[in-house]
């Protein structure tokens, strides 16, 4: 009698969790031949993904279940306009791109906007854009991995990286460093955000150690030492550097705006 009770239970919380997983698919996902079909189906879309942002409701089994994909990357989430940030990767007119800089701007009684810089990831091409603060705009969930570099291949442009732990290889295309590809270094981690495996957007780390290839020397006898001056570093950058820095001089630099941290 208990061993009926037990399978009897079990069936029960097997056909509710199915149930529930169920009612959080869309019509056109509606299970034909078994459950399992849709809960392996990538949904796109549906209202219920804006509670996903709620941590507790993806600790919900039937939620897991209704979307595997949800641990690693989100589909159909949406965003304000006042709440998209530089680097975010978004979905408009059919077309994915990541954002570069944003800057809200007031017009009058026409309320805020958000004048935003967008870079195609197909194309590398950069599109200015206006958002209404209010304004829903779809973003996409990247899955970020790292990976090592190893070269820069020179018949096609593009940036050959390897995953550390299965060494296999990745070509990301170069614009998707954006200027920071010219900091690249051997054996360098570097960070990829992958949707659906395709390469998203790039990045190098904020603080990279560079040669001093050339700068003027003080000249003796001279009375003031200039505060700042130029410097070309080995990858062929000019940044501006303390009057002390020579030749040869290992230094930090900060990676996104190329400006001189300290002396390495």
């Known amino acids: 009698m208990r061993l009926l009770t037990s399978r009897l239970r079990q069936a029960l919380y097997s056909s509710s969790s199915a149930a529930a997983a169920a009612s959080y698919l869309p019509t056109s996902f509606a299970p034909r031949g078994g459950?399992?079909?849709?809960?392996?189906?990538?949904?796109?879309?549906?209202?219920?993904?804006?509670?996903?942002?709620?941590?507790?409701?993806?600790?919900?089994?039937?939620?897991?279940?209704?979307?595997?994909?949800?641990?690693?990357?989100?589909?159909?989430?949406?965003?304000?306009?006042?709440?998209?940030?530089?680097?975010?990767?978004?979905?408009?007119?059919?077309?994915?791109?990541?954002?570069?800089?944003?800057?809200?701007?007031?017009?009058?009684?026409?309320?805020?906007?958000?004048?935003?810089?967008?870079?195609?990831?197909?194309?590398?091409?950069?599109?200015?854009?206006?958002?209404?603060?209010?304004?829903?705009?779809?973003?996409?969930f990247a899955e970020e991995k790292p990976f090592t570099y190893l070269y820069t291949d020179d018949e096609t442009g593009n940036i050959v990286l390897m995953e550390p732990n299965t060494y296999a290889q990745l070509d990301v295309p170069k614009h998707l460093f954006g200027d920071s590809y010219v900091f690249l270094q051997d054996d360098m981690r570097v960070c990829v955000q992958l949707y659906d495996e395709r390469p998203m957007s790039a990045s190098i780390p904020t603080r990279v150690t560079c040669t001093v290839a050339e700068t003027p020397i003080q000249v003796k006898g001279a009375s003031v030492t200039p505060q700042y001056k130029k410097a070309v570093l080995d990858n062929g950058v000019t940044v501006q550097v303390p009057g002390h820095i020579l030749p040869g001089d290992k230094i930090i630099i900060n990676t996104t705006d190329n400006s001189y941290m300290s002396k390495a």
Request: hydrophobic share 35%; proline share 4%.
């Open 35 to 140: 459950i399992s079909r849709a809960l392996t189906t990538c949904i796109h879309s549906s209202p219920s993904l804006h509670s996903l942002n709620n941590s507790e409701s993806l600790l919900k089994p039937h939620r897991f279940l209704a979307f595997p994909w949800s641990a690693t990357q989100l589909r159909g989430v949406k965003l304000r306009g006042a709440d998209v940030k530089p680097g975010n990767v978004i979905e408009r007119k059919g077309k994915i791109y990541q954002v570069v800089k944003t800057q809200h701007t007031t017009q009058g009684r026409g309320g805020a906007i958000i004048q935003v810089e967008l870079r195609d990831v197909d194309s590398g091409n950069k599109v200015n854009e206006r958002f209404r603060t209010d304004e829903a705009v779809e973003r996409v």
